[in-house]
């Protein structure tokens, strides 16, 4: 087992992991940009080192200084939560060649699932369902133009290095195409330094589910369950859920199915998520995979009763998973407390913290990195907490959310928790009757 891991992350998610470290019984090692040394995650650390200004590029993606201060503090492995450098397979393997862990799965895994085409091209050669499309990247506007009749209007244009729905764009007709085209291309190189767009056939009034897995060192593979991801703006997550309203047992059985194909195709070690677009007739189709843990990897934990960052650094270790599939006992549902005004167009709402209270009680969990008289900086996600509420049925669950969102107090800035209180309030939601185009006809009271 590891005596010292440094966290690549910041905020919640460098908390959440050095909480797991702690029970553990192994040190930590938080890395904090100037601009964020007043976090709680830099507070809680056993070590902290400073690794650069407060851009990004100059601090939590600076590779030289993260290996530094990992070399300094002699830690023999690197948790790199989600975003920043969680999915970079260059970083997997530096941390490699330093003889130094990284607790994720290989670059090689993360190289075949973080390009699009060649995760769809593994996916097909797996027998998992997906989109008709392309098959490759498109060559030129021609060959796009060739293409999506063949395909069928609507379709989406992707980029294979995307993410966060950046170079994408629906295309409802021929008319649209060549704008949509040049438009998908430009953001794409601007984003990832790679303007390589596909085509695939646009699913209609989808669901966006997802399917947890683990898998170890010595071939094991396992699932545990699914999460519902439907409640989005701008194909960034909301709300997220588990059980999700729309599975039946039969679905849940194929997709975990299909979910286990996947990560076996590539021999898949550690936990990480395989999502999929379901249609309105339960047809589902993968997306994409995460190689690494998720925002809304609580929504699990609490419905499985399972610590999956704990499962995380033992699978890293050498140790064996149990390979049992796992089915949801309970009702969870997780909402995103972002800094952003959602009656502004979701402004992004940075600055002090003037006063602050935490739901608690039964069936509330909060994940969060602020307090009292924080100041959030203006630089990273404006994610800054996620209540967790879970209870024996949805219903209960939502009863418990909207409780939890009343006690939740945040003065100085702007949250989107007025949000949340009335979207638990939706009749459509509560009945569970959404897709991901549900936010886009949501009005704020």
């Avoid at 952003?340 to 003037?354: A, H, M, Q, T, V």
């Avoid at 949340?420 to 939706?426: S, T, V």
Wanted: with cysteine.
């Amino acid at each position: 087992m590891f005596k010292k891991i440094l966290i690549a992350n910041r905020g919640e998610i460098a908390l959440r992991v050095i909480r797991t470290c702690r029970e553990m019984g192994i040190k930590t090692v938080a890395v904090y940009s100037t601009a964020d040394k007043d976090s709680l995650h830099v507070k809680f650390a056993d070590e902290a080192v400073c690794i650069g200004k407060p851009a990004s590029g100059e601090s939590y993606l600076n590779i030289p200084a993260i290996m530094a201060a990992a070399e300094i503090t002699n830690a023999d492995g690197i948790h790199p939560g989600y975003g920043f450098l969680a999915e970079n397979a260059d970083f997997a393997e530096i941390c490699g060649k330093y003889g130094i862990k990284f607790i994720g799965p290989t670059p090689e895994m993360i190289r075949k699932m973080g390009d699009k085409i060649t995760a769809k091209e593994t996916m097909l050669a797996a027998g998992v369902p997906c989109v008709p499309g392309s098959g490759g990247l498109l060559e030129s506007l021609e060959h796009a133009r060739q293409l999506a009749p063949e395909v069928g209007y609507p379709v989406i244009l992707k980029a294979t290095a995307g993410g966060g729905g950046k170079g994408m764009r629906v295309v409802w007709n021929d008319s649209e195409l060549e704008k949509a085209y040049n438009t998908a291309k430009a953001e794409a190189a601007a984003s990832f330094k790679n303007d390589g767009i596909y085509m695939e056939k646009f699913v209609e009034e989808p669901r966006h589910i997802e399917i947890q897995v683990a898998g170890d060192q010595y071939g094991t593979v396992c699932h545990m369950s699914e999460r519902d991801c439907s409640i989005q703006r701008r194909h960034q997550k909301l709300v997220e859920e588990s059980p999700s309203p729309f599975m039946t047992p039969e679905l849940r059985a194929k997709m975990g199915e299909a979910a286990i194909k996947a990560a076996s195709a590539i021999n898949y070690e550690s936990v990480g998520t395989i999502e999929f677009l379901v249609d309105k007739y339960r047809n589902f189709y993968f997306m994409e995979m995460n190689t690494r843990i998720q925002v809304e990897h609580c929504v699990t934990e609490e419905v499985i009763t399972f610590d999956l960052i704990k499962e995380q650094i033992k699978i890293a270790a050498g140790i064996p998973i149990s390979g049992k599939n796992y089915e949801p006992t309970m009702h969870a549902i997780e909402c995103r407390i972002n800094a952003e005004d959602p009656y502004n167009d979701f402004r992004p709402s940075p600055g002090l913290i003037k006063v602050l209270h935490t739901p608690g009680g039964h069936g509330v969990r909060v994940d969060s990195h602020i307090y009292a008289g924080y100041s959030i900086p203006p630089y990273y996600d404006s994610m800054i907490a996620k209540i967790i509420a879970v209870a024996q049925t949805r219903e209960e669950a939502i009863s418990t959310m909207e409780r939890a969102l009343s006690e939740y107090v945040i003065e100085g800035i702007k949250t989107t928790i007025p949000f949340h209180q009335q979207l638990m309030r939706n009749e459509k939601f509560k009945a569970g009757d959404f897709t991901t185009k549900f936010t886009e006809t949501f009005d704020l009271e």
